[in-house]
């Protein structure tokens, strides 16, 4: 399986975010259950629980005379909303 670097973001105002590697593209409405290992390391609670509420892709076009960017620039933020932020 093939995998592509992303970036895990809360939507929250200087919410936490995560650099990841994702085998597929999480939809608007999917959860998700992340282990953060630096969140660990840092005596913070490793387990998160998201819900998708946007993903954004930021690209690069290729510039026929310039090859330092003839490979493009693709980067994923999948934006999340913290579940246990809504949990009473």
Do not use: Q, W
């Not at 998201?50 to 510039?63: A, L, N, Q, R």
Request: glycine fraction near 6%; charged fraction near 30%.
């Amino acid at each position: 399986m093939s995998t592509f670097k992303a970036l895990i973001t809360e939507a929250e105002k200087n919410g936490a975010y995560y650099r990841v590697k994702l085998g597929c593209l999480p939809r608007e409405g999917d959860r998700i259950t992340l282990h953060s290992f630096v969140d660990a390391k840092n005596g913070d609670d490793p387990h998160h629980a998201y819900e998708v509420v946007g993903v954004v892709h930021e690209i690069h076009d290729i510039p026929e005379d310039d090859p330092k960017h003839a490979d493009g620039y693709h980067v994923v933020t999948v934006i999340v909303k913290d579940l246990s932020k809504s949990l009473p």
